[in-house]
RNA sequence: GCCCUCAUCGUCUAACGGUUAGGACACCAGAUUCUCAUUCUGGUAAUCGGGGUUCGAUUCCCCGUGAGGGUGCCA
């Protein structure tokens, strides 16, 4: 089945609660019900577990709101959308909660004690059916509690509530739930609902040393993604490889395709370990695949703070950044990249400087080309007969073109990485060029006395 | 301690009894009469250990070992 030709009985959910930040596990929980939902052609609920009445924020939820919609998994039912199955806030339930708990009251399997309700347990082990891991057996040994001494409801019973009050069909979540699922198996045959298909999807660890990725790691946050802005498309994807992968030895692949061949038999059984190296290549990818325009956009707002694009025109700005395009792998640091375009006044890498200029060589380059192109038309400052007249400056010189080159990027950008050399002036302009060189050289001069 | 899960290059993974064990990131080396944080080419690098089953095990079984998770009136 593909995305959009049918749809099905599947319905997934995603169920965080409200924490104040959204962790780079739930993401991909939240990522993998949604692929699954549009690879069936099922229904994505979105349901808000906040029973932990304190940490119910709005802010809470906003973060949560927007990193859903900045990786573009839309939720069917839910908050801010409605639905059959409404309230999907679990604080809004209480009355539901209440109807389910007197039926586990009248069918013996809840009791109380110490004020609060406790769940009777079986006795035998319950069969947890789940995709990925076939049927794993565990046997739930001591009552639980279910609703605390507060009045307040437990997770393990909301959950396993809501799932058949919403018509779940597969559980799809994190490997730390499995030990929780023989608690919910038992809730389900207490109420003498068939338990739906569970997925128990392996953990994201910590990039270096042990255990699963928390949220003081870096890379944890989606939020942070968004701050450092990278391309919500290449996160997605990246967190697609993180426990799944598709046939043939493809990994950079649109959603759509995704989709398609997303199958919880796919998804992988051992736990992942963050690697942030693969996810800014793959944003790279992405941005380099990006149309121009939309390139320009993003990088417009990447900038928005710096104030480094205000003061120049659109067509400047749009010059600059098509050219550093081929260049970048991320947006972070696209200020950092290419702010000599837009100061006068940057930063000069100190190790390299040294390197270029210790003797006169370098300094004597910079004079011969500036002298070089003065007697250039401005209107001829472009691409071909810069490189024209550096190859023949260098020839008639005796010396190779990068002995012209190196030092002149640097004097003009402060670095020895950029884009290529006749981008670089072209755009720079020969006014700046030279106005940049002369100051350069004038500052040895200085330097010297 | 007890319970559950997992185990292929440093990392993410492919191979669901027969492959020179494949791809990607990272790393290393070359190339691009201009850099490289781009692009292209090449290279190093893995089946945790021990027993079985089988003509044949990365693949199936058992035992170790290692890793991860759970063991709350958190979710």
Same mark, same amino acid.
């Given at each position: 089945?593909?995305?959009?030709?049918?749809?099905?009985?599947?319905?997934?959910?995603?169920?965080?609660?409200?924490? =104040?930040?959204?962790?780079?596990?739930?993401?991909?929980?939240?990522?993998?019900?949604?692929?699954?939902?549009?690879?069936?052609?099922?229904?994505?609920?979105?349901?808000?577990? @906040?029973?932990?009445?304190?940490?119910?924020?709005?802010?809470?939820?906003?973060?949560?709101?927007?990193?859903?919609?900045?990786?573009?998994?839309?939720?069917? $039912?839910?908050?801010?959308?409605?639905?059959?199955?409404?309230?999907?806030?679990?604080?809004?339930?209480?009355?539901?909660?209440?109807?389910?708990?007197?039926?586990?009251?009248?069918?013996?399997?809840?009791?109380?004690?110490?004020?609060?309700?406790?769940?009777?347990?079986?006795?035998?082990?319950?069969?947890?059916?789940?995709?990925?891991?076939?049927?794993?057996?565990?046997?739930?040994?001591?009552?639980?509690?279910?609703?605390?001494?507060?009045?307040?409801?437990?997770?393990?019973?909301?959950?396993?509530? @809501?799932?058949? +009050?919403?018509?779940?069909?597969? !559980?799809?979540?994190?490997? @730390?739930?499995?030990?929780?699922?023989?608690?919910?198996? $038992?809730?389900?045959?207490?109420?003498?609902?068939?338990?739906?298909?569970?997925?128990?999807?392996?953990?994201?660890?910590? *990039?270096? =040393?042990?255990?699963?990725?928390?949220?003081?790691?870096?890379?944890?946050?989606?939020?942070?993604?968004?701050?450092?802005?990278?391309?919500?498309?290449?996160?997605?994807?990246?967190?697609?490889?993180?426990?799944?992968?598709?046939?043939?030895?493809?990994?950079?692949?649109?959603?759509?395709?995704?989709?398609?061949?997303?199958?919880?038999?796919?998804?992988?059984?051992?736990?992942?370990?963050?690697?942030?190296?693969?996810? *800014?290549?793959?944003?790279?990818?992405?941005?380099?695949?990006?149309?121009? @325009?939309?390139?320009?956009?993003?990088?417009?707002? +990447?900038?928005?703070?710096?104030?480094?694009?205000?003061?120049?025109?659109?067509?400047?700005?749009? $010059?600059?950044?098509?050219?550093?395009?081929?260049?970048?792998?991320?947006?972070?640091?696209?200020?950092?990249?290419?702010?000599?375009?837009?100061?006068?006044?940057?930063?000069?890498?100190?190790?390299?400087?040294?390197?270029?200029?210790?003797?006169?060589?370098?300094?004597?380059?910079?004079?011969?080309?500036?002298?070089?192109?003065?007697?250039?038309?401005? =209107?001829?400052?472009? =691409?071909?007969?810069?490189?024209?007249?550096?190859?023949?400056?260098?020839?008639?010189?005796?010396?190779?073109?990068?002995?012209?080159?190196?030092?002149?990027?640097?004097?003009?950008?402060?670095?020895?990485?950029?884009?290529?050399?006749?981008?670089?002036?072209? !755009?720079?302009?020969? $006014?700046?060029?030279?106005?940049?060189?002369? *100051?350069?050289?004038?500052?040895? *001069?200085?330097?010297?006395?």
């Amino acid at each position: 089945m593909t995305k959009g030709e049918h749809t099905s009985e599947v319905r997934v959910r995603f169920a965080p609660s409200p924490t =104040g930040f959204f962790h780079i596990g739930s993401a991909r929980t939240a990522l993998f019900n949604w692929l699954y939902a549009r690879h069936c052609g099922g229904k994505f609920i979105l349901r808000i577990e @906040d029973t932990d009445r304190q940490r119910n924020t709005e802010e809470s939820l906003r973060v949560l709101f927007e990193g859903m919609k900045w990786l573009g998994l839309d939720w069917d $039912e839910g908050p801010e959308k409605g639905g059959n199955h409404a309230p999907y806030f679990q604080s809004e339930r209480g009355a539901i909660y209440e109807d389910y708990l007197q039926r586990l009251f009248r069918s013996g399997h809840a009791y109380r004690r110490d004020g609060a309700v406790w769940f009777r347990v079986s006795g035998k082990p319950a069969i947890i059916h789940d995709e990925i891991r076939g049927d794993v057996v565990r046997l739930e040994e001591k009552d639980f509690v279910i609703v605390r001494s507060d009045g307040s409801p437990v997770f393990h019973f909301v959950n396993v509530v @809501d799932d058949i +009050a919403m018509g779940i069909t597969h !559980v799809i979540r994190g490997e @730390d739930h499995l030990s929780n699922s023989s608690k919910h198996v $038992e809730l389900f045959q207490a109420f003498a609902v068939a338990a739906p298909k569970f997925a128990h999807i392996p953990l994201i660890l910590k *990039t270096v =040393g042990s255990g699963k990725m928390s949220k003081r790691d870096q890379g944890a946050l989606i939020e942070d993604y968004q701050r450092r802005e990278f391309l919500p498309e290449a996160v997605r994807n990246y967190l697609c490889l993180l426990g799944w992968s598709p046939k043939e030895d493809r990994e950079i692949l649109p959603i759509g395709e995704i989709i398609s061949l997303f199958e919880l038999q796919q998804i992988s059984k051992n736990n992942a370990r963050f690697d942030e190296k693969k996810l *800014t290549h793959m944003n790279g990818e992405y941005l380099r695949a990006l149309p121009v @325009d939309q390139f320009v956009e993003r990088c417009r707002s +990447a900038l928005g703070s710096s104030g480094l694009s205000g003061a120049v025109s659109d067509d400047y700005f749009r $010059e600059v950044m098509a050219v550093c395009q081929e260049k970048i792998r991320n947006l972070e640091t696209l200020g950092d990249f290419c702010g000599y375009f837009f100061r006068d006044r940057f930063p000069f890498d100190e190790k390299a400087m040294e390197k270029l200029f210790q003797g006169r060589d370098a300094l004597e380059r910079i004079d011969e080309f500036l002298k070089a192109i003065q007697s250039q038309p401005a =209107g001829e400052f472009s =691409g071909e007969s810069l490189e024209n007249l550096v190859g023949s400056l260098a020839e008639s010189m005796g010396v190779k073109t990068g002995d012209y080159i190196h030092p002149v990027r640097f004097a003009l950008s402060g670095k020895t990485v950029g884009p290529s050399f006749y981008h670089l002036l072209k !755009v720079l302009g020969k $006014e700046r060029v030279e106005h940049r060189l002369r *100051t350069f050289l004038g500052g040895f *001069t200085t330097r010297d006395q």
